[in-house]
């Protein structure tokens, strides 16, 4: 009975932070003697944090997404929205206050420092320390991580002594440039005690599933973290070592005896053939009636399902649950629908980039265009993403729901740009079209055992296997860029042999690139056979980029995508020009004044001052 009356609190702060109970602790205005003493103590500070973090979402989305390309603001938009969406912000912009961050960043600084002291005291045994330490060392990585992205330099602070009254102060501290600040995340993050993908065993107390909601995916998923700060720092090895992490299905020898976790982590991020398909069946692809536009199936419902659910688990690697009776509730309700305010919506230039698009069977569109936002009555698109559920509809009388953050597709994507950049560009264009097999495929065994040439393993104990072919990529086991997708069931099947690709789960064809050809036959009937890939990096980029437009649209990639690309080539205009055709659509008049902006690299970050 203690647990599960411990669950439903914790899980109250992690839904709503109704407590605030990480604002007050810093400040000393309780007793730290009477916080600190027991597992449970530890568990409430963690999702007590989760539950601060909560009440960012709204602005984590407005800051990446209305700041670039995909989102513009409604004639109900506040000048402050207009601001961040025109280049115009000012100093007195609220959505431009870093102090909410740093709230957080103090209250994760405080937790460590506790978390080590507990740990010295034996109240938290060195595996609940190393859990708990590392995951809220994650989180505040990626807080920092936001910073860098959106101020440029910022104050680095780990220093549990400096507090939130404090805040202010730091409008004149010493601050690090964002080149600094990924050397130093990176530093302070490789080598924590616990990287693991789930944050937590499932023997953990902070484990447990309570009003609906399931927590292992309420944590930060930390190799997804370390392998942004690689793509940022231009380490693209060791981004791609980290996202596969992400995406690595783990051996499962008891699959039929497997808890549905134990499958989740083994199924669950490979974009398989079996989940979240644009249609029905891919025999009816060329039919649009065949779309599943649903809530409960298909690929629309990847935003709808609850953490429950098998099939959301197989896609989702860290999303925050709102519930309607603890603050701040969903605040994208207000914010996106007809409901509430409706204050931004889909640009223009997303709506046409889904529209210049043509599916496999020839149909011009983009079928996620229509699973990502929807023509209200009135005919203004309205973004979807945020509000789909399966049960009771949001509103601002039920504003529950999930701040979806990292997934399988983004992973995928963020995967195929490093190893796009590290000279593994077919790799990359498995992920990012249509699978492995159908892009790697080198023929069959002979009957006797002998390798015909062409096919390759490179383990010895497979080659006594005859009779398949294979569509492993020829990297030893150890290589991030090592996958295997062998397909014959009767003999062996690799984990990977479902992957469909991102294009393909979405019934777009292959990226036609200059450099890919193509030979005679098929891969076992999976297609035909690529014979050569020789693919410009940069052009092969840009489509990576243009693709992550598609598939994440306001889901709070863009502005990231586009000021690293932009960065890594030293090229403002890749960001600049994106901005103005938005603007330019939008009819805004100063299109060209923040272009001229955007081409001067200090122009992309916003004004640090701490209100």
């Not at 990446?64 to 929205?81: F, I, M, Q």
């Not at 005919?379 to 049960?391: E, L, M, Q, R, W």
Request: hydrophobic residues 40%; charged residues 20%.
């Amino acid at each position: 009975m203690r647990f599960s009356l411990l669950a439903l609190a914790v899980l109250a702060l992690v839904l709503g932070s109704c407590r605030k109970m990480l604002d007050v602790l810093p400040e000393d205005r309780l007793d730290r003697s009477k916080v600190y003493n027991s597992l449970a103590d530890a568990d409430a500070a963690v999702l007590g944090i989760y539950g601060q973090v909560a009440g960012l979402g709204d602005r984590f989305v407005l800051l990446n997404e209305l700041r670039a390309d995909l989102v513009d603001v409604t004639k109900n938009a506040d000048p402050y929205l207009q601001q961040l969406s025109g280049h115009t912000v000012a100093e007195d912009n609220p959505y431009a206050d870093p102090a909410p961050f740093y709230k957080v960043i103090f209250n994760c600084n405080d937790a460590l420092a506790n978390f080590k002291l507990m740990a010295d005291k034996g109240v938290l045994s060195q595996a609940e320390f190393a859990q708990r330490y590392s995951d809220i060392a994650v989180l505040r990585t990626w807080l920092y991580l936001q910073l860098g992205i959106h101020y440029g330099a910022v104050p680095y602070i780990k220093d549990a002594v400096i507090t939130v009254k404090d805040i202010p102060a730091l409008n004149n501290a010493p601050k690090l440039t964002f080149d600094q600040l990924i050397d130093q995340l990176i530093a302070d993050t490789k080598d924590l005690p616990y990287l693991e993908y789930f944050a937590y065993p499932a023997a953990s107390t902070l484990t447990f599933t309570a009003d609906g909601a399931e927590t292992r995916k309420i944590f930060i998923c930390k190799p997804h973290v370390l392998g942004e700060l690689y793509l940022w720092k231009g380490d693209y090895y060791q981004a791609a070592y980290w996202y596969k992490k992400v995406l690595v299905a783990e051996d499962q020898n008891n699959y039929a005896s497997a808890t549905e976790w134990e499958r989740v982590r083994y199924d669950g991020n490979r974009v398989s053939s079996f989940v979240f398909n644009i249609y029905f069946t891919d025999k009816r692809d060329q039919d649009p009636s065949a779309l599943v536009n649903s809530l409960t199936e298909g690929w629309r419902s990847m935003f709808a399902l609850p953490s429950t659910d098998a099939s959301w688990k197989s896609e989702w690697n860290w999303a925050i649950p709102y519930h309607n009776s603890f603050a701040p509730g969903n605040p994208f309700v207000d914010l996106v629908s007809k409901e509430g305010s409706y204050k931004i919506k889909p640009s223009q230039r997303a709506i046409d980039l889904w529209n210049a698009q043509t599916t496999i069977a020839g149909i011009p569109w983009d079928p996620r265009s229509r699973m990502s936002y929807t023509v209200a009555a009135d005919g203004d698109p309205v973004i979807t993403k945020h509000t789909d559920v399966t049960a009771t509809p949001l509103s601002l009388l039920n504003k529950g729901g999930q701040w979806h953050i990292f997934r399988a597709a983004g992973a995928h994507l963020r995967f195929a740009e490093a190893a796009n950049r590290d000279g593994q560009g077919r790799v990359a264009y498995a992920l990012v079209n249509n699978g492995l097999i159908r892009t790697f495929y080198y023929g069959a065994f002979s009957s006797g055992g002998t390798l015909i040439p062409g096919s390759f393993f490179e383990l010895e104990s497979e080659i006594t296997h005859q009779g398949f072919g294979t569509s492993r990529v020829t990297y030893p086991a150890t290589s991030p860029y090592y996958f295997d997708a062998r397909d014959n069931q009767s003999v062996a099947r690799g984990p990977w042999y479902r992957s469909k690709g991102i294009r393909a789960r979405a019934a777009m064809p292959n990226l036609d690139l200059p450099g890919i050809t193509y030979g005679p036959g098929t891969a076992n009937g999976y297609g035909t056979v690529m014979t050569g890939f020789d693919v410009d990096p940069v052009l092969f980029e840009d489509k990576i980029i243009d693709e992550a437009a598609l598939e994440l649209a306001f889901e709070g990639e863009r502005w990231s995508d586009l000021t690293r690309i932009a960065r890594r080539r030293n090229d403002p205009s890749f960001l600049a020009d994106k901005i103005y055709d938005k603007l330019v659509k939008a009819g805004n008049p100063n299109a060209g004044a923040a272009r001229a902006k955007l081409m001067d690299p200090k122009n992309w970050y916003l004004p640090f001052k701490l209100f």
